[in-house]
């Protein structure tokens, strides 16, 4: 665990962090190592609030009812688990009381929501992403992304679509056997493990960095006459180990929430990948670019690793709806550029 040395807060500090339940040492992470601006801090913790609440209805399980499908489906034809509902209305209703918050975007809402006029931030969000593990009781995470409103209303999709290297702040919360909170500001990325009993989170790790060379991949093999020449053959090699061109044995995971994949890969290294494929002609890929893409590419490159769509990094796309769909390579810088050298 990191302790922090130095810890000074005044009273503005105090007030932020009674109302997230932050621990000092958090507070003092924020605030006077990373020179995060108070109003970015606030809409950040109005994410954490919301977290906590599903972490604690994840906890309950099948004793809070939450289990199973709710009957509807979301815009993008799929159908919702109860749980990506209920995590979608925590994380609206709480960031809509948040007077820094002008409008909000979700992968389950048809459209953006406006909130506060003055507000300086959008936030947008994957409430519950790995949502097919919900009921199996693996690994999910809420992903959250935080953009400059520029005065824009927040009720308009265009305000929205900006590129990911506006974003200012990025990270998911990751509820598995501990609840972590992974964030960047863009100066490095920090791990806070919450803890059980006050709910606070506690700064553990501080600018955590992705081993550049991996032996570790993860895809959806089951996808594999689908895609592209290019990533048959990449994968093609990747199966072919120390026999192959790359020279290397490798191993592969598969947890079906990215949330969970891009957290292995800061924590030991790896390649992530969820192609195009050529199964839906509308739709260049599973993974979407504001809730998933953007957010999870700004945490890779502050962790040192590399995030790209096959042909140029994933913040470098300029948005143009916002329940745009993205493929996905991202993790170890080298591991990524060899698998970019056969696109
Ligand atoms: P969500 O639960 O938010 O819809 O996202 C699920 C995504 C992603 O987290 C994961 O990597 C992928 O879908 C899994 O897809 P497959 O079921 O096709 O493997
Ligand atoms: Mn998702
Ligand atoms: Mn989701």
Redesign the pocket.
């Known amino acids: 665990m990191v302790y922090l040395t130095r810890v000074v807060y005044n009273a503005r500090h105090l007030t932020l962090f009674k109302l997230a339940g932050l621990s000092m040492q958090t507070v003092q992470h924020i605030f006077e190592q990373n020179k995060t601006p108070k109003p970015l801090v606030a809409a950040i913790n109005a994410v954490l609030d919301a977290s906590k609440e599903i972490a604690f209805l994840l906890q309950k399980g099948a004793m809070g009812g939450v289990l199973g499908c709710a009957d509807q489906e979301n815009v993008?034809g799929?159908t919702q688990?109860k749980l990506?509902v209920i995590s979608n209305d925590l994380l609206k209703d709480t960031l809509k009381a948040c007077p820094e918050v002008a409008g909000i975007a979700s992968?389950e809402e048809d459209f953006p929501v406006p909130a506060n006029k003055d507000g300086e931030f959008l936030v947008i969000f994957?409430?519950?992403?790995?949502?097919?593990?919900i009921d199996i009781n693996v690994t999910?995470g809420t992903?959250f992304s935080i953009l400059p409103s520029n005065g824009g209303d927040g009720s308009d999709e265009k305000t929205y679509l900006q590129s990911g290297r506006n974003q200012l702040a990025a990270g998911y919360v990751l509820y598995g056997p501990s609840t972590l909170l992974v964030m960047t500001t863009g100066q490095g990325v920090d791990i806070f493990t919450m803890d059980p009993t006050t709910k606070e989170f506690v700064l553990t790790d501080c600018q955590s960095k992705i081993t550049p060379s991996t032996q570790e991949f993860?895809i959806?093999m089951?996808?594999q006459r689908f895609w592209a020449k290019p990533m048959q053959n990449y994968v093609a090699d990747l199966l072919q180990g120390e026999e192959g061109k790359l020279g290397k044995r490798y191993n592969m995971r598969?947890?079906?929430?990215?949330?969970?994949?891009v957290h292995r890969i800061i924590s030991r290294g790896g390649i992530?990948m969820?192609p195009w494929d050529n199964r839906d002609p509308s739709k260049p890929g599973?993974?979407?670019l504001m809730?998933?893409g953007n957010p999870m590419s700004m945490l890779v490159e502050q962790a040192g690793g590399l995030s790209s769509n096959g042909d140029i990094a994933i913040m470098d796309i300029q948005p143009e709806k916002i329940h745009q769909r993205v493929p996905v390579i991202l993790g170890s810088k080298e591991e990524v550029e060899t698998a970019l050298s056969y696109q």
């Open positions: 993008q799929e688990k990506d992968e994957d409430p519950l992403d790995g949502s097919s593990n999910v992903i993860a959806n089951s996808n598969w947890i079906a929430a990215m949330v969970a994949e992530f969820y599973k993974l979407r809730y998933e």
